[in-house]
């Protein structure tokens, strides 16, 4: 079985930074592909950015490319999230998510295990 948890949320005005973490336990012998969604309240789950098994290929949605970067450290089976210039409508609870079934994160039904959640708010 394998845990993922995250840290790193809280409250940041607009333009701020924060940096979430999601280190995975468990079965970690393998390797996984990775991911970071986000759920506001009353919308669906949606994709921000997934990295690949060794970390040299990575994808983002349209509306946070070159401000969000995801990264990965394999030695400590850790993947972050880097979001500077952060605005009101990134407010959602961020979810990791890691797959042993594909290579590359596309959609929710590539994922096999998913994080509890952190809760990233930002005021305008």
């Known amino acids: 079985q394998v845990q993922l948890v995250e840290s790193g949320g809280g409250l940041v005005q607009a333009g701020g930074s924060l940096r979430l973490s999601c280190e995975i336990s468990?079965?970690?012998?393998?390797?996984?592909?990775m991911g970071w969604f986000r759920q506001a309240p009353g919308k669906e789950r949606e994709f921000v950015a997934r990295?690949?098994?060794?970390?040299?290929?990575?994808n983002y949605r349209d509306s946070v490319k070159g401000r969000f970067t995801i990264s990965r450290d394999n030695a400590k089976n850790t993947v972050y999230l880097q979001m500077n210039n952060l605005k009101s409508e990134d407010t959602a609870v961020y979810y990791c998510a890691a797959s042993s079934l594909v290579r590359f994160i596309v959609t929710r039904s590539d994922v096999n295990y998913w994080g509890t959640g952190t809760l990233v708010t930002v005021s305008s």
């Open positions: 990295i690949n098994r060794n970390g040299d290929s990575t």
């Open positions: 468990g079965r970690t012998e393998g390797s996984y592909a």
